[in-house]
């Protein structure tokens, strides 16, 4: 990480904008480089990132008892052409892996992303509680991946990461994260409320 990635004739900055150097996947996670992630993102593809972003829980509506959810955006090419008819591009991908662009998502979506990544489980959100006994089916994940983002995660906190501040002051118990940074529509651009 150079402190971002030339993307075409734009350039997609690090928050580190001096870079982070040379970086492997537990490095990016705790370090929250974005260029590790702009750079995959357009070797994997959106259409399978998407499909994998669903699987976690995103763009997902949850069967609560509330009355209504933001169920949010899990764009992809398709989408892009349905809504706007124009072709998904490079830069729609770098923008969406960091959660940025045509990406939205709400915090309860996150939270089951997180655990879902965590536990290797298709965990489902419940806001009553019951006598049922939950058995979540397995999402397939090899354990060993599931272990180093776990690994990664807990770096975020513990390991020199972007939240050592979140420690709890409880020995015994420890916590894993992955920092992120909300966009903010320019109020030259926009009203603040409409993108």
Request: glycine content about 12%.
């Amino acid at each position: 990480c150079g402190g971002g990635l030339r993307v075409g004739d734009r350039f997609f900055r690090c928050h580190a904008r001096r870079g982070h150097g040379t970086v492997d996947m537990n490095r990016a996670i705790a370090q929250s480089c974005d260029t590790y992630f702009y750079y995959y993102a357009q070797k994997i593809g959106m259409d399978k990132i998407a499909s994998m972003a669903r699987r976690l829980g995103m763009g997902q509506e949850f069967d609560l008892p509330v009355q209504s959810q933001f169920y949010g955006t899990v764009p992809d090419p398709a989408w892009k052409l349905k809504k706007y008819n124009e072709p998904w591009r490079v830069f729609d991908t770098v923008n969406a892996t960091i959660g940025q662009g045509y990406m939205l998502s709400n915090p309860l979506q996150l939270a089951v992303m997180s655990a879902r990544l965590a536990t290797g489980k298709n965990l489902m959100p419940r806001l009553l509680l019951t006598k049922d006994k939950v058995s979540p089916k397995s999402l397939g994940f090899a354990q060993e991946h599931i272990d180093h983002v776990r690994m990664a995660m807990r770096n975020v906190v513990y390991g020199g990461g972007t939240a050592g501040r979140a420690r709890l002051p409880l020995p015994d118990i420890q916590i894993a994260g992955k920092t992120g940074t909300a966009q903010v529509v320019s109020l030259e651009k926009g009203d603040g409320k409409n993108t």
